[in-house]
């Protein structure tokens, strides 16, 4: 397992892959630009060769995270336009950066209903990988079902992923508090949503982890992250996945809130206490 947490790439890439090492991360994130903005951003290549070069020596694995201001869903052709080019770009500068992934929230359907999001949002994936060759894959991350967010069951992102003309180039990033917030896992229930993982093939797409508790309650369709051990999942139910064998080998990466992101250097800490602590059952 490659604990690490999401970093800023404010001051370039290899400032952030040398800022991963410092806290004590085997892996990171990084937005590919502002995450509330689409300006499309320059690239520092020599700055990226220097970070993917340090990533690789110290062999830490990288994981990108695209704006969230793209909906995949979009019945608007202005936003259905931009969030192909950006998301295309944002493919490129994770190629760039070396990240095994680069996730991507799965759409909302804004009151078009359920079926012609998803529809919608299988087209618009089509649109995106259908010229990409790279070897990052893009990652649907499931959400908490906020608003209307799509993608909060397993089997759901499982087929969407199925529908599209480019199920190889598509992987699948799993948030430990979307799917609590969404009702798909709680403590009680951690073992049938691995059994779930994989019944439907989910696991074996799975490319990395969120890792957050959540301050909102189990099943309350809302995106709030908590630190570790603080929220409403709690640091017993959390553990279940830091020893879990499945999982064995992936990114687990923090988005927890922070000052600081000195912070994760401690969080990072607590999780291999949590993960290495013999289990009291
Ligand atoms: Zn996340
Ligand atoms: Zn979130």
Known sequence: MKIGCHISVAKGFQNASRRAEELGAA???????????????????????RGVAFCREKNITLVVHTPYITNLSTPKADLHEVTIRSIKEDLHIAETYGAVGAVVHCGKHVGE???YGTRRMVETLNEILSEYQGSTRLLL???????????????????????????????????????????????DSFDDLVQTMEETGYLEQLVAIHFNDSKAPYDSRKDRHE?????????????LFLRCDRFEGLPVILETPVENETEYAEEITYLHQLKDAETTA
Do not use: M
Request: one cysteine or more; a negative charge.
């Open 27 to 49: 892996s990171f994130q990084v937005f590919t630009k502002n995450p509330r903005g689409l300006r499309p951003k320059k690239i520092d290549y020599q700055d990226a060769e």
């Open 227 to 239: 630190k570790i051990g603080q929220g409403e999942i709690g640091a017993s139910a959390l553990s």
């Open 113 to 115: 209903g359920v079926e």
């Open 141 to 187: 991350e499931n959400t908490a079902g906020q608003g209307s967010e799509l993608g909060l069951a397993i089997e759901d992102l499982v087929r969407v992923r199925e529908a599209t003309d480019y199920p190889e180039k598509i992987g699948f990033c799993f948030d430990t508090c979307h799917a609590f917030a969404a009702g798909v896992w709680n403590e």
